[in-house]
């Protein structure tokens, strides 16, 4: 069964520096999404993204946060400097894309980003 | 999106059928309602959706009454391995409204031996 995946599975990084996660939707997707979760707390929206622009974005993604899907696969979240603040799970989700009861989003297993 | 509403935990016994109600007042014509499942440290996962009555898969099935305005997800004969959080989310499927999945804080189901 074909799945999101997403690279590293653990960052850990120093604030201020800049951070890249990366992910691979499912192939035949066409709608690319960023997740995040702090510990304990509820997953929130951050990005989507359709036909290489970015189509709606919550008030956590500000300049420091840019998405880019640089070639047929991957989907990639920058973050430009890193805040303590921004330590949490981010995850990947992508879906088809066509409507109907059978357009859901698939998930990726995450990227747990400690900053330090 | 419509707020949901769900408890936020249920405890059950090994082998016992859960079921998780959400309400959704407020749920429009074109709204769907999907339900998510999250382990400690692993992104969400896709459990079952459906429109209205009955919709039912290998892992779950899902009760929609006929004003649609609550919904319950069921769980037959949980193992431990079904502990885990659960979500309720609602949106509309046949726009592009679709895009941004809203999270609530979901229900905490703990499975005991």
């Known amino acids: 069964e074909p799945e999101v995946t997403q690279t590293p599975s653990h960052q850990v990084t120093q604030m201020g520096q800049e951070v890249i996660l990366r992910c691979v939707p499912i192939?035949?997707?066409?709608?690319f999404y960023w997740y995040r979760q702090i510990l304990g707390q509820k997953v929130e929206f951050l990005v989507s993204?359709?036909?290489?622009?970015?189509?709606?974005k919550s008030e956590i993604f500000d300049d420091q946060f840019s998405v880019e899907r640089p070639d047929g696969s991957n989907f990639t979240l920058k973050i430009r400097s890193t805040k303590l603040e921004d330590s949490a799970m981010y995850f990947c989700?992508?879906?088809?894309?066509?409507?109907?009861?059978?357009?859901?989003?698939?998930f990726g297993p995450g990227t747990r980003l400690t900053v330090l | 999106l419509a707020k949901t509403t769900q408890p936020i935990s249920m405890d059950s016994y090994e082998g016992q059928e859960v079921n998780i109600t959400c309400s959704h007042n407020?749920?429009?014509?074109?709204?769907?309602i999907t339900w998510y499942q999250q382990f400690p440290s692993q992104g969400p996962r896709f459990i079952i959706q459906?429109?209205?009555t009955k919709v039912t898969n290998e892992v779950a099935s899902l009760f929609i009454p006929a004003d649609r305005k609550s919904s319950t997800l069921s769980l037959p004969r949980v193992s431990l391995s079904d502990t885990a959080v659960y979500y309720c989310?609602?949106?509309?499927?046949?726009?592009?409204?679709?895009?941004?999945?809203?999270f609530g804080a979901g229900t905490q189901v703990v499975v005991t031996p």
């Open positions: 989700a992508s879906r088809r894309g066509t409507s109907g009861a059978t357009d859901t989003q698939y």
């Open positions: 192939s035949n997707h066409l709608y």
């Open positions: 993204f359709y036909n290489n622009e970015i189509s709606e």
């Open positions: 407020n749920i429009a014509t074109n709204d769907y």
């Open positions: 459906g429109y209205k």
């Open positions: 989310l609602v949106g509309d499927m046949t726009t592009d409204s679709w895009g941004k999945l809203q």
